[in-house]
Nanobody, 126 residues
Framework: QVQLVESGGGLVQAGGSLRLSCAAF????????MAWFRQAPGKEREFVAA????????FHADSVKGRFTISRDNAKNTVYLQMNSLKAEDTAVYYC???????????????????WGKGTLVTVSS
């Protein structure tokens, strides 16, 4: 059974850091590009960052570039999102998602993804 399980969310003050993890089960993780999305209350789900399966290349949305870093550990079937210098506008539910044969880290729309986790809530207090 395919599962993506996010963890690491919580409440943090503005300027602080969190590291999100997403553990993958039930599919060949090393053959999938992985991405993080987020959805704030009343807003559409938006792309945050992606990492390719083959090249290991990454791509980050402009809104998080220089503050967030996506990485993966294929031995642990896990993708991470290190979030530094958090702002109140980063408050959202964060989702990880998988894209089959996503070789490179590129921008994805939510419709591009094959599997989704249930999300983890990040709240940044100002």
């Amino acid at each position: 059974q395919v599962q993506l399980v996010e963890s690491g969310g919580g409440l943090v003050q503005a300027g602080g850091s969190l590291r999100l993890s997403c553990a993958a089960f039930g599919f060949s993780f090393s053959n999938y590009g992985m991405a993080w999305f987020r959805q704030a209350p009343g807003k559409e789900r938006e792309f945050v960052a992606a990492i390719g399966w083959g090249s290991g290349s990454t791509f980050h949305a402009d809104s998080v570039k220089g503050r967030f870093t996506i990485s993966r550990d294929n031995a642990k079937n896990t993708v991470y999102l290190q979030m530094n210098s958090l702002k109140a506008e980063d408050t959202a539910v964060y989702y990880c998602a998988a894209k089959r044969w996503g070789y490179s880290g590129i921008y994805y729309s939510p419709d591009d993804m094959d599997y989704w986790g249930k999300g983890t809530l990040v709240t940044v207090s100002s």
